[in-house]
């Protein structure tokens, strides 16, 4: 399985990296752990839809009991790619401050990849492997996502 993250234009950090320097020091460091181990198990056996917390068009990680949610786009069972998230604070993560930035962002993230997609402009080889990667990253621009 490959993982990716977005990098923002002008950032030093990826999301996801991000993401870990906000939480894995904070009382969310359990979660943080959960979402380590969830991470290492996709890169070793691949990404089984069954292992995502479903939130609308993107999925959410850990799928148990955690106020942590940590946004990601499953693409297939060899590619997802990650963004940031947050911390849930309601009964839907739609109605968390915290997430629902992150959730809106990777919503349009996927869009825009699958545009990509529909259109050729990226497309997939035989092992389920993008072949528009240049050193290994993707690079492509979509708008604003606030």
Same mark, same amino acid.
């Given at each position: 399985? /490959? ?8 950032? *030093?950090?990826?999301?996801? *990296? $991000? ?19 969830? #991470? ?5 056996? =691949? ?9 609308? @068009?993107?999925? @959410? #990680? ?13 693409? $297939? ?5 990650? =963004?940031? =998230?947050?911390?849930? /604070? ?29 259109? !050729? ?5 035989? @092992? ?6 240049? $050193? !290994? @990253?993707?690079?492509?621009?979509? =708008?604003?996502?606030?």
């Amino acid at each position: 399985m /490959t993982a990716y993250s977005i990098l923002l234009e002008g950032e *030093e950090e990826c999301e996801a *990296e $991000n993401f870990y320097l906000k939480y894995e020091d904070s009382v969310f460091a359990e979660d943080i752990d959960l979402i380590t181990a969830m #991470i290492n198990e996709f890169l070793k056996r =691949g990404a089984r839809e069954g292992r995502f917390r479903p939130e609308g @068009a993107v999925h @959410a #990680i850990p799928t148990g009991g955690s106020a942590l949610r940590f946004y990601c786009v499953r693409m $297939n069972k060899n590619m997802v790619v990650f =963004g940031s =998230g947050g911390v849930k /604070t309601s009964q839907k993560s739609q109605d968390s401050p915290d997430c629902e930035p992150y959730r809106l962002f990777m919503v349009s993230f996927a869009k825009e990849f699958q545009r990509k997609i529909m259109e !050729n402009e990226l497309r997939w080889d035989s @092992a389920n492997k993008l072949i528009e990667v240049v $050193n !290994n @990253a993707l690079y492509f621009e979509f =708008g604003n996502c606030e």
